[in-house]
Nanobody
Framework: QVQLVESGGGLVQAGGSLRLSCVAS????????MGWCRQAPGKQRELVAT???????NYSDSVKGRFTISRSIAKNTVYLQMDDLKPEDTAVYYC?????????WGQGTQVTVSS
């Protein structure tokens, strides 16, 4: 059974930075894609960033140039470095992973950006 555990959320002022971590219960090498989504109150969950098994990355237009996704196979961890945070980045951030057509989700971590 795959478990994904996020950490690193918190309260930060606009313009600040946070780094989210997502630790998987097993090797992340077997996942086709891992990524981060977020959901703000009253809004639909949206894709933020993804990284594939060959480390190709993709970002939503709203975070491109400010967020960076990376991974450490040795640590079974995917990271989301978030810089120049804006109040509109406030949301619960969820880690996700896909393998052989199945999708897995973490429990989420709250990020709050004050103006």
């Amino acid at each position: 059974q795959v478990q994904l555990v996020e950490s690193g959320g918190g309260l930060v002022q606009a313009g600040g930075s946070l780094r989210l971590s997502c630790v998987a219960s097993g090797s992340i090498f077997s996942f086709n894609t891992m990524g981060w989504c977020r959901q703000a109150p009253g809004k639909q969950r949206e894709l933020v960033a993804t990284i594939t098994s060959v480390s190709a990355t993709n970002y939503s237009d709203s975070v491109k140039g400010r967020f960076t996704i990376s991974r450490s196979i040795a640590k079974n961890t995917v990271y989301l470095q978030m810089d120049d945070l804006k109040p509109e980045d406030t949301a619960v951030y969820y880690c996700n992973a896909s393998r052989s057509g199945r999708y897995y989700w973490g429990q989420g971590t709250q990020v709050t950006v004050s103006s």
